[in-house]
């Protein structure tokens, strides 16, 4: 069976991705790979796959056009599903103090990252709000793909809790990494990262997507204001760097797996294309330099618990920070 390809006269990448693209001299390829990797509709095998997810990684924009992320659980598998090839239907929604609570809206971008981390599997999802009622939220799907498995930790879900609750468990907000929050970054192996590449055309809006690496590939900068973390080789289509080179706000979740801790970070970024910091990292083709805005720690927040089954193979060859 045909698999549905790019049905829009301009190609799936935006300038930024394309100026991307070009540096690394891959621009012609992907103009053709694009069209028919990137579809405005969902195959089968990705409706199937968000259906069985027990989580998924959202993003959005706020109102000053900043990103948003996060992660958001269900009642277990089964609540995303997909009614057509052009919709996801999501049967949960963010606590009140979760980043992108208040993104949520009928005509909002998102964009979607269903994985699942005992297989490696993974597909992409951006769309927009259709609807938004009290159990959930609908997405009319602008673009569907496939992600290669490069960086994903193999886990094993353990259980599912009640978020926690109590004054220990309130959310802690800064403007720095506190004590706590460093902790997590330093021995965090993934995280999550949206950005957005603003315009109402197809081929732009809300994106989120996965970085796995060995444990504290996330540096934390003297000041407490500074993340810096390497990018390493992925599938050239440079949907991350793209939208950073359009709109420079990133917004970071990331998990604190044994725990549920969800820690959001936002800030403003800077690619370092090449140059002695990059090279002394080994596996980096960039690093990017977040200047941080803002942090929220959530403690438990996240009611999914999971065991390190398996670091990706792909780890023994990159590097550590000195």
């Known amino acids: 069976m045909k698999l549905p390809e790019w049905p829009y006269e301009d190609e799936p990448f935006h300038a930024g991705e394309q100026a991307a693209q070009a540096l690394h001299g891959v621009r012609q390829r992907l103009a053709e790979v694009g069209r028919r990797v990137i579809r405005a509709r969902m195959p089968l095998q990705h409706r199937e796959l968000f259906r069985q997810l027990p989580f998924i990684a959202l993003a959005g924009v706020d109102g000053r056009g900043l990103p948003q992320a996060t992660l958001l659980a269900g009642g277990g598998p089964g609540f ?10 999501v049967e949960a929604l963010p606590a009140p103090e979760d980043p992108i609570a208040p993104v949520l809206a009928v ?21 927009v709000v259709t609807a938004l009622d009290a159990k959930g939220f609908t997405v009319r799907i602008r673009q569907s793909f496939g992600n290669c498995p490069k960086y994903i930790q193999a886990r094993e879900l353990l259980t599912r809790t009640a978020q926690a609750v109590g004054t ?15 902790a997590l970054v330093r021995q965090a192996d993934t995280f999550f990262i949206a ?3 603003a315009g109402d055309r197809a081929n732009g809006g809300s994106d989120i997507s996965h970085r796995g690496g060995r444990p504290g590939f996330i540096h934390v900068g003297d000041d407490d204001r500074t993340l810096v973390w390497p990018e390493f080789a992925g599938n050239l289509y440079f949907n991350t760097l793209g939208n950073l ?5 990133a917004a970071l979740v990331v998990p604190g ?4 801790d969800l820690l959001h970070v936002s800030g403003r970024c800077e690619i370092e294309w090449a140059g002695r910091d990059v090279e002394a990292f080994a596996g980096a083709q960039h690093l990017v330099r977040m200047r941080v805005d803002q942090v929220l720690l959530r403690p438990a927040a996240w009611p999914l618990r999971w065991r390190l089954v398996e670091p990706s193979p792909l780890l ?6 000195e």
């Not at 971008?109 to 490696?120: A, F, Q, Y």
């Not at 080179?245 to 706000?249: G, K």
């Not at 797996?257 to 549920?260: H, K």
């Open 107 to 127: 005509g909002a971008p998102v964009g979607l990252l269903g994985i699942e981390l005992p297989t490696r599997r993974r597909n992409r999802a951006n769309g």
């Open 257 to 260: 797996f044994e725990r549920g």
């Open 80 to 89: 995303v599903s997909s009614p057509d090839p052009t919709t996801l239907r």
């Open 168 to 182: 220990d468990a309130a959310p802690r907000r800064s403007d720095r990494l506190d004590a706590p929050s460093r």
């Open 245 to 249: 080179l359009l709109q420079p706000h």
């Open 316 to 321: 023994r060859e990159t590097g550590r920070w």
């Open 195 to 197: 950005t957005h590449a």
